[in-house]
């Protein structure tokens, strides 16, 4: 199984999920990207120092998610739902792939997920026929605020849905001191062993 994480920046939270999978499954095929990732960046110092006290080496360039790595990955871990909501709001042709690391390895909210990619195909889709209808009689700002009346009760379910789910972000040390960082990778860690088992 191919497996791509993904974080903002990728040089944190996807890397070091990487790299430990790579070390504890040698044969893993894995890579990592981020929503927001600058090309050929290094991965964090604190990154790199928290997983050396685990013994596990990181040598990682940080690299833009794309269509060629998505299609790539059988699944597409996200470090958090809001990673996960970017992509299927700029990749809806992967749907089917994308979870949360924790959502992934837990089968609580299926259900609710379920809802929120048809919700979310559903409202892309009125969206856009909305704008080609209206396009050409309405100024961008007027077209927004119509767009938002015209699709009230689909966003207000979208939002009583989000607000229904269980937490399942892994916290952005980014910025942070070294513990912060080995909170960060220990949370990490305990998910990808528990992704393992489920592998």
């Not at 597409?76 to 959502?103: R, W």
């Amino acid at each position: 199984m191919k497996i791509l994480f993904v974080c903002t920046g990728n040089t944190c939270r996807s890397p070091m999920a990487e790299a430990l999978l790579k070390s504890k499954m040698p044969h893993a095929e894995v890579k990592s990207a981020g929503i927001f990732a600058a090309k050929n960046q290094r991965a964090s110092q604190h990154a790199v120092v928290a997983l050396e006290k685990k013994g596990i080496s990181l040598d990682h360039h940080s690299q833009p998610v794309d269509e060629k790595l998505l299609n790539w990955a059988d699944a597409v871990l996200t470090m958090t739902t809001g990673h996960k909501q970017s992509l299927m709001m700029q990749y809806p042709n992967f749907q089917d792939k994308y979870f949360t690391l924790k959502e992934f390895v837990s089968d609580s909210d299926k259900k609710v997920w379920n809802e929120l990619k048809s919700l979310y195909a559903d409202y892309e889709l009125k969206r856009s026929t909305f704008m080609a209808e209206h396009q050409h009689k309405l100024n961008n700002a007027q077209l927004e605020e119509n767009i938002r009346e015209h699709l009230k009760p689909d966003i207000e379910r979208i939002i009583q849905l989000e607000s229904s789910l269980i937490n399942y972000d892994i916290s952005d040390p980014f910025g942070g001191d070294l513990p912060t960082y080995q909170k960060a990778l220990d949370e990490i860690e305990n998910y990808i062993t528990l992704l393992i088992k489920k592998l």
